[in-house]
């Protein structure tokens, strides 16, 4: 097994080598954080979901069957505990409506790099007015370039479903993304 | 439709790779490993008993065996179990295997031995009850 398996560092922490898990969490933290602000919305929000996630596996690495990719597995964890928090915002009634969230004031408190601040609000914008399972499918599927059958095991969602969605959305993400880039629609 | 489709998602694809994954910030994995080490038993850690539940129910069959073939076979046995007081001809042996089985018997029914193996069955019973408390991925 190669050190470029993820697979292999499985194996390290399951070992005991714990250390071995900083590599897993350096490969993966980035889509598991976009997947996390692309859902949650507010930046530390979304980082502290990302390190629960990474806590969470690391707790069930030992249930991980291998049958599927680990990065699978992981976003599936990550989508799951959004989810989860987003239903618990919802419950405590906290006036975060994210669809309405208008991104200048959107919270941005620490200094992060300009770039990361543009990549930020681009994003947001790309996936706003967009159903959560839509974000998370957008982010998959194009962002990751999962296929259809991971992105069904990551939201639960069928195939046909997960189809569909992808058919009503495309249009609409070109266009946005159109503009913002200055790409030539096609067919128009 | 299928060529539209196709180059649709190529722009997309493009376009989000010109954006690029959003950075968490630069000790995101640090945090992560210090909250693995300081807040969490190791992965690795699994209790896995010495002895399986049949094991166990043997081990218990055993002791309970050998308290009750205690009363059973002691000659001066009195109390609330029943005294039978009979006991194993062994005379019938050739001289060689009564000695070792009379010996046998008797070590295996001194007190000592009864009493060490009630405690060592009490102790891993408290161990494996503890032990399965206490293990994360059972939780």
């Not at chain 1, 975060?96 to 992060?112: G, Q, T, W």
């Not at chain 2, 910030?25 to 850690?45: A, G, Q, R, W, Y």
């Not at chain 2, 002791?63 to 005294?83: A, D, M, Q, R």
Request: glycine content about 2%; hydrophobic content about 45%; charged content about 25%.
């Amino acid at each position: 097994m190669s050190r470029e398996d993820d697979n292999y560092y499985i194996e390290e922490v399951l070992s005991g080598q714990t250390q071995a898990y900083a590599e897993l969490v350096d490969r993966h933290k980035d889509m598991v954080y976009t997947i996390a602000i692309g859902l949650m919305q507010i930046r530390e929000e979304a980082e502290e979901v990302s390190q629960d996630a990474f806590l969470k596996a690391y707790q069930a690495l030992n249930k991980f069957k291998k049958q599927a990719k680990f990065s699978t597995w992981l976003y599936r964890i990550v989508y799951n505990e959004c989810i989860s928090r987003l239903r618990k915002r919802k419950l405590n009634n906290i006036s975060l409506d994210e669809n309405k969230i208008n991104i200048s004031d959107s919270l941005i408190i620490d200094e992060n790099s300009a770039n990361e601040e543009k990549k930020y609000r681009m994003l947001q914008e790309a996936l706003m007015d967009l159903p959560k399972e839509d974000k998370t499918i957008i982010l998959l599927y194009y962002f990751e370039s999962l296929s259809i059958e991971e992105i069904s095991v990551i939201t639960a969602l069928s195939k046909s479903n997960i189809k569909i969605r992808l058919f009503r959305i495309r249009n609409r993400i070109h266009e946005k993304l159109s503009k913002r880039f200055n790409v030539a629609l096609i067919g128009t | 439709m299928v060529d539209k489709t196709t180059q649709q998602d190529e722009q997309i694809r493009e376009a989000f790779s010109d954006i690029g994954k959003m950075t968490p910030k630069e000790d995101f994995t640090m945090n992560v490993m210090s909250k693995i080490e300081k807040e969490l038993i190791p992965v690795h850690i699994q209790y896995t008993p010495i002895f399986s539940k049949s094991g166990w129910a043997f081990i218990a069959v055993l002791v309970l065996g050998l308290s009750l073939s205690i009363f059973y076979l002691s000659p001066e046995s009195s109390g609330f179990f029943p005294s039978l007081s009979f006991q194993i001809d062994l005379s019938s042996f050739s001289s060689i295997i009564n000695m070792l089985f009379t010996q046998i018997a008797e070590f295996l029914f001194s007190s000592e031995i009864v009493l060490s193996l009630i405690a060592m069955a009490g102790l891993g019973l408290i161990n494996f009850v503890i032990f399965q408390r206490i293990n994360p991925m059972k939780a």
